[in-house]
T-cell receptor, first 114, second 115 residues
Framework: GAVVSQHPSWVICKSGTSVKIECRSL??????MFWYRQFPKQSLMLMAT?????????EQGVEKDKFLINHASLTLSTLTVTSAHPEDSSFYIC??????????FGPGTRLTVL | GESVGLHLPTLSVQEGDNSIINCAYS??????FIWYKQESGKGPQFIID?????DKRQGQRVTVLLNKTVKHLSLQIAATQPGDSAVYFC??????????????FGKGTHLIIQP
């Protein structure tokens, strides 16, 4: 199998605080993980590519200082939303690849910033 | 930038009928295409994929067709069931020397199966 988990599944925080979301590949090693964001009734948008042991690559328009990504091991990548504001409220989804094109998606994390 | 788009945002189909969901893509460098199903509040679920060296691929009750000439992708679902109700996304990427790129998703089609 190829199972990807995310934690937490949902989080509510106050404006100005930071929130960390974890993405884990449970039964395989992922050299690359991807972070997507999905606003209500919209499609998934790629935010960044997370490579184990190196800096993440961010898509155009995504602030790297606001969305901190750490890929410390072959099974874990974290996304930290710093100084979160209501406009950051969204569904954050990660995916992991074993190599090749196929990506396995996590269940998503619903972030609500008050 | 280049994107993957869909023709229809909502598709309503009678239970038991076949459904076809269409998708247009613009990146001629894309060599891998995937269809995902997403239920409310959940992550995308893989349905079927196809590589650019193929024009048709079949799975269980699903068929994906790829027309590279007009950059068009379609998903056919046979004998639809209530559990098929969801939003369907096409996605594409290209495999570069350094590994797979992130996916570019289409806008999504909400498939509604009516009893």
């Amino acid at each position: 199998g190829a199972v990807v988990s995310q934690h937490p599944s949902w989080v509510i925080c106050k404006s100005g605080t930071s929130v960390k979301i974890e993405c884990r590949s449970l039964d395989f090693q992922a050299t690359t993980m991807f972070w997507y964001r999905q606003f209500p009734k919209q499609s998934l948008m790629l935010m960044a590519t997370s490579n184990e042991g190196s800096k993440a690559t961010y898509e155009q328009g995504v602030e790297k200082d606001k969305f901190l990504i750490n890929h410390a091991s072959l099974t874990l990548s974290t996304l930290t939303v710093t100084s979160a504001h209501p406009e950051d409220s969204s569904f954050y989804i990660c995916s992991a690849g074993k190599g090749g094109n196929t990506q396995y998606f996590g269940p998503g994390t619903r972030l609500t910033v008050l | 930038g280049e994107s993957v788009g869909l023709h229809l945002p909502t598709l309503s189909v009678q239970e038991g009928d076949n459904s076809i969901i269409n998708c247009a893509y613009s990146n001629s460098a894309s060599d891998y295409f995937i269809w995902y199903k997403q239920e409310s509040g959940k992550g995308p679920q893989f349905i079927i994929d196809i590589r650019s060296n193929m024009d048709k691929r079949q799975g269980q009750r699903v068929t994906v067709l790829l027309n590279k000439t007009v950059k068009h992708l379609s998903l056919q679902i046979a004998a639809t069931q209530p559990g098929d109700s969801a939003v369907y996304f096409c996605a594409e990427n290209a495999y570069s020397g350094g590994g797979a790129d992130g996916l570019t998703f289409g806008k999504g089609t909400h498939l509604i199966i009516q009893p």
